[in-house]
């Protein structure tokens, strides 16, 4: 049997919970899958025992900052440090993770950090000449933080020279699959993602910052004009059957239309084509109803979107 890959994690009272819980859950998560431990994880707080995040939750630290000597970072895979506020600053300013971290460079080959624990990093000087991101309301502050800090806003994570960095909060459970692929590979970080019923990658790179999201006015009213568009022509499509067959095939064609041009889907066409072609050969009868297979069912839902990961 393989020996575990060590993590060790930095958190720290007043942290974000999911920061901590997201990513750890992944790596749980592969020893379910493999059904024998792949990783083996361990808490670090300023003091070992319970402490309080920021959701007023309560964690229990394994062991104190005190206790992470040189040795046991040099027989550690992977160290972590979280964000979370009011406990990011806090700590920051105390300074016990930021030596931990700076002891780390160079004897573990894995560091990473999940939302605004990258200011950790940044502080240590391992982030220096490097790409890294962070929780988009901290990407100013990081950037005149540290400015040898290479800060990309948008990324979800990003790996430069063993050094990995997310953006925030869930993005921690990317980052945490993106490794578990790494070492594991990519069947069982699927497998991972299955399970939790997440995207392995994210469909079409989810941007980083909510500046990027549609929000205006005018982006708006194109969307609503697309929208209005299809539904027509799904109206149009109905038209040509007769009877209750048409009325129907109406009901079903436009919340998908709707659906999915609010989501921007590059499937809509095909997955209305296909659930069009199995209409029309279906038998009319007085209250009409698709005979799907389940495979074909499968192949609708997959081109719609509902099913598909990556």
């Known amino acids: 049997m393989p020996t575990p890959h060590s993590i060790l994690l930095l958190a720290f009272p007043s942290g974000q919970l999911l920061d901590i819980a997201g990513s750890l859950q992944m790596f749980a998560g ?6 024998h431990q792949a990783y083996r994880i361990e808490i ?4 070992a025992g319970p402490f309080t995040t920021s959701s007023g939750d309560r964690l229990v630290a394994d062991v104190a900052f005190a206790q992470i000597t040189n040795k046991r970072l040099t027989r550690t895979h992977t160290r972590f440090t979280v964000g979370g506020e009011p406990g990011m600053r806090q700590e920051l300013a105390r300074g016990s993770a930021t030596d931990i971290v700076s002891r780390a460079i160079g004897r573990v080959p894995r ?40 800060v990309e806003g948008d990324a979800i994570h990003i790996e430069d020279g063993g050094i990995w960095t997310s ?46 999201w549609p929000r205006s006015r005018s982006a708006t009213a194109k969307f609503k004009a697309r929208g209005e568009s299809n539904r027509a022509s799904a109206r149009r499509l109905a038209d040509r059957r007769s009877g209750s067959r048409g009325r129907s095939l109406a009901a079903i064609a436009e919340p998908l239309v ?50 598909h990961a990556r």
């Open 44 to 47: 670090a707080a300023p003091q």
């Open 111 to 150: 560091i990473a950090s999940v939302c605004s624990g990258t200011f950790f990093l940044a502080a240590a000087g391992a982030l220096d000449d490097r790409r890294a991101t962070t929780h988009w309301s901290e990407v100013d502050a990081l950037k005149r933080f540290r400015s040898a800090v290479l």
């Open 258 to 307: 709707s659906y999915r041009v609010e989501h921007q889907s590059c499937r809509l066409r095909p997955a209305r084509a296909h659930l069009l072609r199995v209409a029309a050969c279906s038998r009319p009868t007085r209250t009409w109803r698709p005979s799907l297979s389940p495979a074909a069912l499968d192949r609708c839902a997959a081109w719609i979107g509902h099913s």
């Open 167 to 212: 953006a925030g909060v869930t993005a921690g459970m990317d980052l945490a699959l993106a490794m578990i692929e790494v070492d594991l590979g990519r069947k069982v970080a699927l497998a991972i993602a299955r399970r939790h019923v997440v995207f392995r990658i994210r469909p079409g790179g989810r941007a980083n910052s909510p500046r990027s």
């Open 30 to 35: 592969a020893s379910d899958e493999l059904s």
